[in-house]
């Protein structure tokens, strides 16, 4: 009897313990996934000038892009970016960047303010002084910034910083170049 009831006692306390453990599943979840979309204006640094040397230009590139953003998770993001940087040319010369890497949030502030960090890759279209040529030049971007929720589904980006790297931009590959710049836009939340 002593064996039968020390038993029941255990199975007991077992099921007590695992029914404290247990938790309810929310009756709304909230999927941590989404994708943004959005514009932007940007004004950068070329880094040149002509004469094939790496040097800063007497002009600042002017531009539009489009970005896009797939929040796969709070810590696994994908950003994609395309920017045309076609106005206030000195002597033809643009830059045209198209880049996709990952995106890291650092801290959502006031439930509104994100700041980030970027590391981006891809390639840059670059027209050379007068249109003498061009190169698809590759192109590394390290950047970060911050978005400023709006609404549900729109928001600001407040400022999105980038320093690019074209490890070999020119036939002499004698020097890099580094072009550097800021972008400001909207970007509107598609799920």
Known sequence: MRRLFAFLLISLMCAGAAAVCAQAVPSAFRSQRSFTVG???????????GGGVAQAGPNRLVGIG????????????????????RFNEFHNIYQDNYLIGPRVPIHTYLGRITPYGKVLFGFTNMNFEYNVTTCRCSTIAYGGGADVALTNRLSLRAIDFEYQQFPNWYVQQTSQLHPYGFSVGFGYKVF
């Not at 489009?66 to 940087?85: C, S």
Request: no cysteine; aromatic share 12%; net charge negative.
């Open 39 to 49: 514009g932007m204006g940007s004004i950068f640094q070329p880094d040149y000038a």
């Open 66 to 85: 489009a970005y896009a953003d797939l929040k796969l998770t709070r810590w696994v993001q994908v950003e994609g970016e395309a920017r045309l940087l």
